[in-house]
């Protein structure tokens, strides 16, 4: 299960719901990408990591790194891609709440809807067309999709280490 998104949709807290849920391992992306400093893995390292971190058959892998990122590895391992297409506005509020952000998540965001937001969708179509696609514009629907997961999903086991 791939989860991406905008900055500040709460990709990760989603993460931990379904986890909790599911009792599938989670794989967060923003603690294996970044190096000290907030350096970026280079993408050829961050290609085979990633090839290393889908091996596994049953996962949650929450991130989206925009331009630094190499997603086709995780869409095309993903039987389920979720896409948090929350507002611009309701992104922004949250990362002030939440803390700092550099320039450069600042521009990503802005950016998202018109930049990010469609190559994303190009390379889901492109890679993981066998993936079940769920796109969640708001917070009712993720309400609803959760809910659906927790009728679906018996008793969880509990979580491996994450990785």
Not at 60 to 77: C, K
Request: charged residues 30%; contains cysteine; aromatic residues 8%.
């Amino acid at each position: 299960m791939v989860i991406l998104g905008p900055g500040a949709s709460g990709k990760s807290a989603l993460a931990i719901r379904l986890r909790e849920i599911t009792g599938l391992p989670l794989i967060e992306l923003d603690k294996v990408f970044w190096r000290p400093g907030l350096a970026t893995t280079r993408r050829d390292q961050w290609v085979k990591m990633q090839q290393r971190l889908v091996e596994e058959d049953r996962w949650i892998i929450d991130g989206d790194l925009g331009p630094y990122d190499a997603v086709e590895v995780r869409l095309a391992a993903a039987d389920t891609i979720i896409f948090l297409d929350f507002s611009l506005v309701r992104c922004a509020w949250r990362a002030i709440r939440r803390s700092r952000e550099r320039a450069d998540f600042w521009l990503w965001l802005l950016r998202y809807r018109r930049q990010s937001r469609p190559l994303l969708m190009e390379a889901i179509t492109k890679y993981a067309g066998h993936a079940t696609l769920h796109v969640i514009r708001n917070p009712e629907e993720l309400r609803r999709f959760l809910e659906v997961v927790r009728r679906n999903s018996g008793p969880a086991e509990p979580a491996p280490t994450d990785k």
